[in-house]
Each structure stands twice: as structure tokens, then as C-alpha cells.
């Protein structure tokens, strides 16, 4: 019987170191440790045969070949299980400089990127949005916003025109005036939309948007008006942005200014882009024309305001650093793409 | 507007330098566009007088001279000038100069003689007869003077000079001319104006004609001044007129002519100058021109005027296009005697708008357009006399019509207080150096406490009240000192996006996560658009707006539908190489509200959206469109066949909400997709935006998760091949009513082993819970039965 022993015990070492799977260790296991049908619970089956006396002497060896053999197995199995996990790993392994697998998502237009940026900006300062009519008529776009008859704005040249009573708005200036004659002072409002003006070359597109500004209240001064402007190149382009104010003319503001915006490309040293003068002009703004709220029945003794009114389009131009104004309106994919919130 | 720096020197005394006073200009409204510098490089060519002149022994066509350079000494120059003569006074760049061209000149040996240097000629210089008669010529330029020896050429010619070119804001046409823009210097630099000298002293004579003028049109024409000269000789205007006509960009022609320019860009006011003789009855008639009627221009092209262009006539023909240009028939020619200067007023829009229609423009006309003040208009004619005399061109006679609307020129009066001015900066500028800048702007100011009065300068029509006034205080007092502020007194409003804005982002959002890129399009498009969407008439998207004066036919129709520009995307994408891509639109459809546009038209938005390329078809963009109501808890019926005539009967259908079409998808027609050279299969999805986000914003309700598991059973079916999904869908939920959750198609398959009309469709449904208690395997069972007896009995469909 010992001999029998020795024997299997040999057999399981022979046959065990030869197994490479985890599937050959199975087998193996199954022919002498597992079931009734096991080589070694089959012994068990033989020490009823031997002599009664032999019997516990038998059981023990058994018992102890049993033991022998399950730590063997388990020894075994996991020298093979982390072979194969080995394996399997290498098996695995990926070229991980292949291109990646992406579910393609759309982007919103560099305009409406801009826009809501200066929304947001905005909203924090209790400015409500309004977006109103594109066809407009006299009134709206030129004479309420004290616009003489004879402004050259007013020509055909210009304007585009439906006929002699509308035309597509040539600012979203006429938003003030939607305002001003239908909501109550004080408001802070924001108008943007789009705008039409019969030009076409690089810098200028027939249709374009532009962002109005209007704030009616008590006291309003150009103090005002820059401490907002302030606000929001700080929030648009960089903390340390600062504006300038210069001398223009609007009809519909008094005094009217042109406001530049400290370079944010070399933070006012002079760069390419503000043209070695460390300034960027980026919008159109003053205290709004007296005659502007006569004409919309607001008492210009009780309420003053500012406006300002910017091209969106050319704040996305200035900071994606796109130099043709058509880029925006060829919707190119490769080039809107590249336009990421 | 040019403005030279030795100019704006005559009428004030610039002490600055040229950075200095540009920076200035700009902080005070005056933004200087360009500073060209004249004289700049030319340095090293001086003066020198030729003691010797003899041939080159090695070349025939140069001579060698001797030249007496003063300090540089006595040179040895090879030239091939052949106008030169010993003892002429003439221009030599010596060693190391630098010419206008910017070429240098060093010391040189031409054919074995050396040269110390090179004559050079008015080109060389950069000069012409405008700036030194006789520069024009060709060959070396000689001096007529007897200047001293090596001195710069440059100094001795007075060469050095800087031309600002200052744009001008439209409020200002007083700073239209460079005693305009001195003003402005005088007052930034405090320093006193020096005024040009408008005197001159008329001498009557009795043979002096009688001048009649009439103007007809005093709306058109405002003020009318005619002033007779005689005894004239036209003659070359001297140096220092024709260099500084030359440096603000004008040609010198004769003195009269270029006394009228000189006055135009000194003072602003355009003058024309008609040769008497040619005048019929030594009249004057201003008056709107008759249809059809015709003027031959100075530049000799012939125009066809009508009743909306002004023009001066004499007794009997059109002799001037008014603030435009002057006609070849009243021509000052060499042979004028007798001259009668117009200094005129003449109304802005209507010369601009002749301008524009004709197509005829001038240095008057620019000014015109911009504005002259009547005080000017004056001031500007006795300017002219003045350079009459000045220039001995002629006898100023005391012949001199002045015809005026009759408003006589107000000087504009304000009256406020120093509070509201101030009020309107939000800082307190001292009451002194308020009334200081106004003072120097040439305003007369009375103060009486905190009030203030000011009379504006006639030229300043401006001004019309304390926030002019506030402007011209800060422009001058310096932006910088405003302080900014947060409204401080501002009462806080809230702000923000509106709901309905919101959601349009979110839907643009929405759209975005599955794969469609947002484009802007024109509001417009062509009649073409239109055409290539094969109408059948009277349809909305034919029935359009249309631009009285676009710039292009591209862009000439207000558009209804923006199916044409999302296609027009979608072709230029693919003639870039852009194989495929997915993009939307929101925005505006401009429709009328009768026949023609006589009250504001409706503005509604559309959303628009086309794929193409790759994996698109009807089914992708039916999903982008599901995608979007599930996001907005609505449900779409998209079961309906569309008829559009740009979409493909067969592959397109209605979006249906609520009942109501608000708008359809499919493959655009082949006719449809090939106007736009696109030769491969496109869709679009168009929706009425406005309807669509009305129905936004239904209360949001949490549903309760199921209690009991679900139980899905798939079902392969053999149906006619005509049935479609939808039809027997809705068979399989109406035959369970309550506990049929979902019923996915997962393939379909049509082929021998069905049979010949038939296909095979695969669905997946998914049984609930109708009660409060778990379905079982036995109670689908049970479901299943019903269901297939249905399909079968409704259908004829059966299990495969």
C-alpha cells in the first residue's frame, strides 16, 4: 500500500509539473483528489479491504497524502492561475499610441459661445435680456434715436430696406427704444441680436450681431459706465484689464466715448494685435442722448442712463484670434470644431 | 482731413513734438490715423556751387566738375547732367548721404575718376515744381537763389514737415480744415490762436459789371456769396501755396483755382471760381436742375441730372453741379480776366445724395457732406480776397451778392449749472477749470453762483446743452480723471436669461451632445433659394420678403424656410473635403403680414438641422429629433408621411405635436440637393422653434420605479412587406393595453427564407405590472397569445 502511495504520489508530481492550464490542473485534479471516482478517494475505498489492524495505520497515510496532495493542488493553482493571468494580460496588452475612439459631440457657434460669456457677465449685474425685432422702421432705427433725416446712416447705401417705411436694423441701438417705451424705469437691459449693413469685404459682413447695453435710473454718470465696462473686460479677457475711454460721437448718447481694452495679448507693452498701441477698441458707449428719452416719453429731468453697444462679433474674433470676419459665417466644421465652450 | 504740422504752426505756436502733440489730438477726440513725414531721410545733400567743369577723358557722355561745397570743401563730382554750367548753385549728396528714396551715396570712381559725391535732381530730393519750381524737370535741379555753400538742402527748402492725417467725428465739421484742427491744439496746448488775415481793401471801378444772383431753392441752399474779381493774370501760385496745397494731397493749377483749394482745406469752406466772360447775363441762378437735363463736368464727363440735384446756372445753362464740381463751360483758363468767386452754403444730405447718385465726387463735396457753418462761409470769402491780394492775382472789386435765407446764425446758448454737468461725470471737475476749458474753446461763459451761461462760437453748432458741455469739459479736463463706480445709486434689478432663453440653449446643448454643430447663416438668400426647392406655388417658403436695395442677388430675399442655407452649408462643407457632419440653426423667418410690408412683419424662429456623410440617414436624424423631446418631456408623432417638394416622399415625414405640424424631416430631394451640387444623400429637419418651445416647461413629475421586475419577450414576426413598424407597434400595444411598457424593432429581415412579399421583424417588449402585485412568466404567456392573435386577425402577421 505504501508503495502504492509512493507510486501516485510520483505520478501526481510527473503529471502536475507537465501542467500548463488551468483546465489541465482540472483534469488532473479530477482524476485523484475529486469525486468518488479520485484516485485517492478511491484508496479509501481499498482500506476497507485491508486488515483490521492495518486499518488505522492505512488511514493514516491516506489522510496524510490527501493533505499532501490539496496543498500540492492549491500550491499548484496558483502558481498556474498567475501564470495565466500573466498571459492574459500580455495577450491584452494594446498599442495605447492608436487613435483614440471618440463619440463625436457638436459645438455651439463661436457667436453664441461670445454671447453667452457676456450674458452670464452681465446677469450678475441685473441686466435682463431682451432680443428684439429685426425689420424695423424709421422711428426705431434712426429718428427716435435723434438721428437726423440727413445722417448719412440713413442712406440707401447703407441700409438695407424693405421699403420706404422699414428696413433691417442697422444696430440693435432701435432695442433701446423698445425698451424705453415699454418698460418702466429703472431696468438694466441687455439687447443682443442680429444686425444688417449693406458692406461685404474682410472686416465686414452684411449681417453681423451686436450686444446693446442700456441702464436707465436716477444719477447716472460715466463713472458709472466704466465701472461696469471695467467689470466686464476684467471677467472677459483678464483680471488685470483695464479700459480707456476716448472722445466719439453716437447720436443717440451724450457725451459719447470709444472704449479700448488694455491688450490682453501683451498686457498694453504693444503687440501685432493692438498694433504697438497696447490698446484694443472693443465697443461704443455714453450717456444716453436727452432727446432719446423725449422722444420715448421717459423725463430726461428724472432718469438718466447709459448705453453701449458692442460687435459680439468681434469680440469672438479678437479672442479666438480670427482675422476674416467670414470665418464666422462659412460654418466651416473644421474651423466651428475647433470653437469649444 | 491732412493737416501739416508747418501749417497748424502758421495759427498757433506748437511747442511740443510731434509724438507729444499726436497723443494729445487723441485724448481730446482727434484720433491721428498716420503721421507722414516729409524729409525725414534726405540727409547730406547740401548745397554747392560748380568752379570747373571738363570732360571725362574715358567717357564720353559724363564730365567730371569741381565743386566749392562750403565746410565739406572742394569736391570732384562725375555727372552726366548736361544741364549744368559752371557757377550754378546746385544740390550734391556727398559722402554717406541718404537720399529721399532712402538710397545712400558714397565717394565712388566712375571710369578711373573718382567723385566725391552725386548732383541730384528733384526726385532724388522728393520734391516737385509744388514744392521748388523747376523740380519737376528732369536733370539736375539749380537754384536760382544765391544759398550759401554746404548747407542741408533740406533746411534751406524748409522740406521737413509732418502731415497728420486726423479722422474727424461727425459732430465736428468746424474741424474739417486746419484752423479747425489749431483751434482744438490751441485750446490743449493753452495757447493763444493766431487768426489768418481775412483783410483785403475793394477797389470799385464804374466799369464793373452788375452780378445778379438768385437762388431759387434756399432750403437746398442756405447762403449764397458772389464776389467779382477783375484785372486778373493767372499765373503759377508761389512755392509756399502750391507746397502745402501738394502736402494735403492737392495739384497746383493756377492761382485763382488754388487759392479756392487753399481756402477749402485752411478753413473748410469749398469756393468755386467761375471765369465771368462765360457767365450769360453776368447771373447767377441756383435751383434744383430739370429731368434730363445735362452738365459737362471739369473733369470732362457729361452727367444727366434731375429735379434732386442742385445746380448753378447763369442766364441761361447749368454752369456748376453745386458743392460738387464746376462746369467745362465757366473753366478758369489762362486767358481769364475777370473771375467771380462763390462761397456758398449748401445743404449736407442733398449734396451727399447727388454725390452718391452721380457718382461724382470731390474735396468740396466731402466737406459739403460733412457740414459748413455760415460763419465760415464768410469768413472763408474774405479769406479768398485776401489771397487775391496777397498773390497780386487780380483787383478785388467792390461787386459782392450776398444772398442769405434770411435765419440769421445763432450762436448756440446754454444755460445750467455746474451741478448737472458734473452730474453727468460722476466726478466734481472744479468750477474754475470748467469755465477754463469752455474759455478756451472760445465759448463766453457768465457764472453766477452755481449756475452757469455759455455761448458757444458760431462755428460750434453743436452744442445744444450741459452734456455737450459735459463732453467737451472731460475731452479737454482728461478722461482719466473719471473714477469708476458700480452704479453706487443705482437701484438693484435682477437679471439674467428669461426661462424661454434658457431652454433655447438647452436645446442647442441638447443638439450639440448628439453631434450637430451650431452655424449662423444670412437672414437672406437668393430668389434661386427659392426656386430650388421646386414649390409648387403658394406654399409659405415661396410667399417672401423681399430687400429693395440688397447688395447682391445672393442676398436678396428675407427667408421663411432655412432648409436652402443649411444646404448651402452642407455643399460648401463638401467641397472642402468635409465628408460628413451634422449641424443645426436657430433663427429667424421673416414673414409679411398682408401683400406687400406695411406693418412689422412676424419674426418667428426656426430650428433647422441637416446631416450627410458617414452613417447619416433618416433614422440618425429621426433620433437627433426623439433626443430632443424626450430631453423636454414631450412626444413627437413622427408616424406621418410628409409632403414637402424637397423631400423625398418616401423618406421624409411630419413632426406632429400635439396634433398640430410643427414642422418635417427626411432625405431632401435629389432636384433639391443637386441646385446645390451635392450629389450624395442629405437630411434636414426643419420645426417652427415658437411652437416648439411653447409646449416647453409642462411640470416635470417624478415617475415611482417599478416595484416588480419586468419581463421582455422577443417575438419574430413574418408580416406583408407594406406593413410598417408603426402599424403593427401600435397592434401589439393596444391588444395588452396596460402592461406592454415598450416595444423595441431590433431587425428586420426580408429575403427567400421569408418569402416573396414578405419580410421578418424582430421585436423586443417589455411587459409591467398593470396591479399591485408581480406579472409571472404565466401571466406574459398569457399576453403573448393575445397579442399574436391580434397580429394575426388585424394583420395577418404570425410568428415565424
Known amino acids: 500500500m505504501e508503495e502504492k502511495i509512493q507510486e501516485i504520489k510520483g505520478q501526481i508530481v510527473s503529471e502536475l509539473e507537465k501542467a500548463r492550464t488551468s483546465k489541465e490542473l482540472f483534469e488532473l485534479k479530477a482524476k485523484y483528489v475529486l469525486g468518488k471516482a479520485g484516485i485517492i478517494p478511491g484508496l479509501m475505498k481499498e482500506l476497507g479491504k485491508a486488515a483490521k489492524e492495518d486499518r488505522p495505520k492505512l488511514g493514516q497515510i491516506i489522510n496524510s497524502l490527501k493533505e499532501w496532495a490539496s496543498d500540492y493542488f492549491a500550491r499548484k493553482e496558483a502558481e498556474i492561475n498567475e501564470m495565466e493571468k500573466n498571459i492574459r494580460y500580455k495577450e491584452e496588452t494594446v498599442d495605447i499610441t492608436m487613435p483614440a475612439k471618440k463619440r463625436e459631440q457638436g459645438t455651439l457657434h463661436p457667436v453664441t459661445i461670445v454671447k453667452s460669456e457676456l450674458v452670464d457677465i452681465f446677469a450678475g449685474m441685473g441686466f435682463k435680456v431682451l432680443e428684439t425685432q429685426e425689420i424695423e422702421d424709421d422711428f426705431h432705427n434712426f429718428t427716435a434715436l435723434n438721428t437726423p433725416e440727413e445722417h448719412p446712416a440713413r442712406d440707401k447705401q447703407d441700409t438695407f430696406y424693405i421699403n420706404d417705411s422699414f428696413m433691417l436694423r442697422t444696430h440693435t441701438s432701435p432695442g433701446q427704444i423698445r425698451t424705453l417705451t415699454t418698460m418702466k424705469p429703472p431696468f438694466k437691459v441687455l439687447i443682443p441680436g442680429r444686425v444688417y449693413r449693406a458692406d461685404d469685404d474682410a472686416t465686414h459682413s452684411p449681417m453681423f450681431h451686436q450686444m446693446e447695453g442700456l441702464v436707465i435710473d436716477k444719477d447716472i454718470t460715466m463713472c458709472d459706465l466704466q465701472g461696469m465696462l471695467d467689470e466686464l473686460v476684467r471677467k472677459m479677457f483678464s483680471k488685470e484689464a483695464k479700459t480707456r475711454f476716448r472722445p466719439s460721437f453716437f447720436p443717440f448718447t451724450e457725451p459719447s466715448v470709444e472704449v479700448d481694452v488694455s491688450c490682453f495679448e501683451c498686457g498694453g507693452k504693444g503687440c501685432k494685435l493692438c498694433k504697438g498701441t497696447g490698446w484694443i477698441e472693443i465697443l461704443g458707449g455714453g450717456i444716453v442722448n436727452r432727446k432719446v428719452l423725449e422722444n420715448c416719453g421717459v423725463s430726461p429731468d428724472k432718469y438718466t442712463g447709459f448705453a453701449f453697444g458692442l460687435g459680439i462679433d468681434r469680440i469672438a474674433m479678437l479672442k479666438n484670434g480670427i482675422n476674416n470676419i467670414h470665418i464666422l459665417y462659412e460654418n466651416d466644421l473644421r474651423a466651428l470644431k475647433q470653437f469649444k465652450d | ?800
Open chain 2, 1 to 800: 482731413m491732412l493737416a501739416p504740422l508747418s501749417w497748424l504752426k502758421e495759427f498757433v505756436d506748437i511747442d511740443c513734438t510731434p509724438e507729444e502733440l499726436e497723443k494729445k489730438l487723441f485724448d481730446c477726440g482727434f484720433e491721428v490715423e498716420e503721421v507722414k513725414k516729409y524729409g525725414d531721410k534726405l540727409d547730406r545733400v547740401v548745397t554747392c556751387k560748380i568752379l570747373s567743369i571738363r570732360q571725362h577723358p574715358n567717357a564720353e557722355r559724363l564730365r567730371v566738375c569741381e565743386v566749392d561745397a562750403g565746410k565739406y570743401g572742394v569736391l570732384q563730382i562725375v555727372t552726366n547732367a548736361k544741364n549744368v554750367k559752371e557757377g550754378d548753385i546746385v544740390p550734391v549728396a556727398v559722402d554717406g548721404a541718404t537720399l529721399a528714396t532712402g538710397d545712400r551715396i558714397y565717394n565712388g570712381n566712375l571710369r578711373g575718376e573718382p567723385s566725391y559725391g552725386m548732383f541730384c535732381g528733384g526726385e532724388e530730393i522728393g520734391i516737385d515744381d509744388n514744392f521748388y519750381y523747376g523740380a519737376s524737370e528732369d536733370g539736375v535741379l539749380v537754384f536760382r537763389e544765391n544759398f550759401p555753400l554746404g548747407e542741408e538742402v533740406v533746411d534751406l527748402l524748409g522740406l521737413k514737415d509732418y502731415v497728420f492725417d486726423i479722422s474727424v467725428l461727425a459732430n465736428r465739421p468746424d474741424c474739417q480744415s486746419v484752423l479747425g484742427i489749431a483751434r482744438e491744439i490751441a485750446c490743449a496746448l493753452g495757447k493763444p490762436l493766431k487768426e489768418p488775415d481775412y483783410g483785403f481793401t475793394a477797389k470799385a471801378d464804374k466799369s464793373d459789371e452788375k452780378i445778379t444772383v438768385t437762388v431759387s431753392d434756399k432750403e437746398l441752399c442756405p447762403r449764397y456769396i458772389a464776389h467779382l474779381v477783375k484785372d486778373v493774370k493767372i499765373e503759377r501760385s508761389p512755392v509756399w501755396m502750391t507746397r502745402r496745397l501738394a502736402l494735403c494731397g492737392i495739384n497746383a493749377i493756377n492761382n485763382i483755382v488754388d487759392i479756392t483749394n487753399y481756402v477749402l482745406l485752411e478753413l473748410g469752406q469749398p469756393m468755386h471760381a467761375f471765369d465771368l466772360k462765360t457767365l450769360e447775363d453776368y447771373s447767377i441762378e441756383v435751383r434744383r436742375a430739370k429731368d434730363g437735363e445735362k452738365i459737362v463736368t471739369l473733369d470732362e464727363k457729361e452727367l444727366t441730372l434731375g429735379k434732386d440735384n442742385l445746380v448753378i446756372c447763369d442766364g441761361k445753362k447749368p454752369v456748376a453741379l453745386a458743392g460738387i464740381m464746376g462746369g467745362l463751360n465757366s473753366e478758369i483758363e489762362s486767358d481769364t480776366k475777370a473771375v467771380l468767386f462763390e462761397c456758398a452754403k449748401f445743404k449736407r444730405d442733398n449734396v451727399r445724395r447727388s454725390s452718391r447718385t452721380l457718382g461724382k465726387s470731390s474735396d468740396s463735396s466731402k466737406r459739403f457732406e460733412k457740414g459748413v457753418d455760415e460763419y465760415t462761409t464768410e469768413r472763408a470769402s474774405y479769406r479768398a480776397l485776401n489771397l487775391i491780394e496777397r498773390l497780386d492775382a487780380g483787383r478785388v472789386t467792390a461787386v459782392r451778392v450776398d444772398v442769405s435765407a434770411g435765419k440769421p446764425q445763432e450762436n448756440r446758448e446754454v444755460r445750467t449749472t455746474f451741478k448737472k454737468i458734473n452730474g453727468v461725470l460722476g466726478i466734481s471737475v472744479p468750477k474754475d477749470v470748467i469755465v477754463g476749458i469752455l474759455e478756451k474753446l472760445n465759448f463766453s461763459v457768465t457764472v453766477d453762483g452755481d449756475n452757469i451761461t455759455t455761448v458757444a462760437p458760431p462755428y460750434r453748432e453743436d452744442v445744444e446743452g450741459y452734456p455737450d458741455l459735459a463732453e467737451e469739459v472731460i475731452r479737454m479736463y482728461g478722461y482719466e480723471h473719471i473714477k469708476p463706480t458700480l452704479l453706487k445709486k443705482a437701484r438693484t434689478t435682477s437679471g439674467g436669461y428669461s426661462k424661454e432663453q434658457k431652454n433655447e440653449l438647452k436645446v442647442k446643448n441638447t443638439l450639440v451632445k448628439a453631434g450637430y454643430s451650431e452655424v449662423m447663416t444670412y437672414s437672406f438668400y437668393s430668389k434661386k433659394d427659392i426656386a430650388a426647392l421646386g414649390l409648387k406655388g403658394g406654399e409659405e417658403e415661396g410667399n417672401v420678403i423681399v430687400i429693395e436695395n440688397p447688395i447682391s442677388d445672393n442676398y436678396e430675399v428675407m427667408r421663411r424656410t432655412l432648409v436652402p442655407s443649411l444646404l448651402e452649408v452642407v455643399s460648401r462643407n463638401l467641397k472642402r473635403g468635409n465628408a460628413e457632419g451634422r449641424i443645426f440653426e436657430i433663427a429667424r423667418t421673416y414673414a409679411k403680414k398682408g401683400e406687400t410690408v406695411d406693418d412689422f412683419p412676424i419674426e418667428h424662429r426656426h430650428l433647422c438641422m441637416a446631416a450627410f456623410g458617414g452613417e447619416e440617414d433618416f433614422f440618425t436624424v429621426k433620433g437627433a429629433i426623439e433626443t430632443l423631446s424626450e430631453n423636454f418631456g414631450l412626444k413627437f408623432n413622427l408616424g406621418v408621411r410628409a409632403e414637402k417638394t424637397y423631400l423625398h416622399p418616401g423618406v421624409s415625414a411630419k413632426i406632429i405635436l400635439g396634433g398640430e405640424e410643427i414642422g418635417a424631416f427626411g432625405q431632401v430631394t435629389y432636384e433639391t440637393a443637386g441646385a446645390y451640387d451635392i450629389e450624395q444623400k442629405v437630411y434636414v429637419a426643419e420645426l417652427d422653434y415658437e411652437k416648439l418651445s411653447a409646449a416647453f416647461g409642462a411640470p416635470f413629475r417624478f415617475e415611482p420605479l417599478p416595484r416588480y421586475p419586468e419581463i421582455k419577450r422577443d417575438l419574430a414576426l413574418v408580416a406583408d412587406a407594406n406593413l410598417t413598424c408603426g402599424e403593427i407597434e401600435e397592434v401589439i400595444r393596444s391588444s395588452v393595453k396596460n402592461n406592454v411598457k415598450q416595444v423595441e424593432l431590433f431587425d428586420v429581415y426580408t429575403g427567400e427564407q421569408v418569402g416573396e412579399g414578405k419580410k421578418s421583424m424582430a421585436f423586443t417588449v417589455t411587459f409591467v405590472a398593470a396591479e399591485d402585485k408581480p406579472i409571472t412568466q404565466e401571466d406574459v404567456d398569457g399576453f403573448v397569445k393575445r397579442i399574436l392573435g391580434a397580429l394575426k386577425f388585424r394583420l395577418g402577421v404570425s410568428l415565424r
